[in-house]
């Protein structure tokens, strides 16, 4: 007996036995995983601009965000079915309306939250409950927003309160909401690109007495780069103006003469040490740690 039923005779040959035999079915859903990529709030907003152009509605991308949620609300609560049986759109958006269509022949019990990756607005958590419904989905999954970007966490607070304001919704989730701050690699380097950037435009553009420009033109080629051909187009935007005006192929050209490469790391100390002084050297050295690893061994 197996929890109150007989058991199979052939139940014993699928029991698991081995780390090895564990490891092998999980080794394909991972990879599984790693090829169909996460499901981004991009790819729902595409399958919905598929469907209101169908409709002929005009694009769901080019409307506000209230727009988006108005008609987001007004097709979960309609009691009329929204997808067209003829409509034609792409193999991403065939494939997402395919993945809604596989979770509603799942039993509840199999499936937990349905994670947004980069989460943007208080739309993209509404969308995913209507895809629920296009796809025939007869209890909805929670639906729990990821916020990856810095700037997207800083405005996460926001939209989930707009998502509380929605009276649908707020009746949906009956008290209960789950969030992913998702401040990640992905966030980190973002946060770390900006403070290096911000130094990088002080220095080149804002040193004092001009010293970096003179350091430039003093010690590399400027001189002979307008007269090379190294670019479709002039060295600078302008003939007369200085050195922000010069375009990138010769800005870089000109650092690799000297075989001092200060594009690609000036600015990069100063945000490795705010984080450093910030107590996030652990998370800087699980980036570089992680980094060097394949994706699957």
């Not at 909805?140 to 990856?148: A, G, N, Q, T």
């Not at 350091?215 to 002979?224: A, D, G, K, L, Q």
């Not at 650092?255 to 998370?283: E, F, H, S």
Request: aromatic fraction near 10%; include cysteine.
């Amino acid at each position: 007996m197996y929890m109150g039923s007989a058991v199979d005779p052939d139940f014993e040959k699928e029991v698991l036995t081995s780390v090895d035999e564990l490891a092998r079915p999980l080794e394909i859903i991972y990879r599984s995983l790693v090829e169909s990529g996460d499901e981004e709030s991009d790819r729902h907003s595409e399958a919905l601009d598929a469907i209101t152009s169908c409709l002929g509605l005009g694009s769901y991308t080019s409307w506000s965000e209230q727009e988006k949620c108005d008609w987001l609300v007004k097709e979960i609560e309609s009691k009329r079915p929204l997808l067209p049986e003829d409509m034609e759109c792409s193999d991403i958006v065939k494939e997402v309306i395919a993945t809604y269509k596989t979770i509603s022949e799942l039993p509840i019990e199999a499936l937990g939250a349905y994670c947004i990756s980069m989460s943007r607005a208080t739309s993209d958590v509404l969308a995913v409950c209507l895809l629920q419904k296009v796809g025939g989905v007869k209890k909805f999954m929670r639906v729990s927003p990821l916020f990856e970007t810095r700037d997207d966490l800083i405005n996460a607070p926001k939209v989930i309160d707009a998502a509380f304001s929605v009276p649908w919704y707020k009746q949906h989730i009956q008290g209960k909401q789950e969030v992913m701050l998702g401040y990640s690699f992905r966030a980190a380097m973002q946060e770390l690109a900006d403070i290096s950037a911000a130094e990088y435009q002080k220095t080149v553009f804002k040193s004092e007495n001009d010293i970096f420009v003179r350091f430039f033109h003093n010690y590399t080629p400027t001189s002979e780069l307008g007269q090379m051909n190294i670019g479709s187009r002039p060295a600078k935007r302008r003939a007369y103006g200085g050195i922000d005006t010069l375009r990138a192929i010769p800005w870089i050209f000109a650092w690799t003469q000297t075989r001092l490469m200060l594009p690609v790391w000036l600015g990069n100390g100063l945000a490795l040490q705010k984080y450093i002084d910030d107590g996030k050297l652990p998370l800087l050295q699980k980036m570089y740690k992680d980094g060097l690893q394949p994706l699957w061994i």
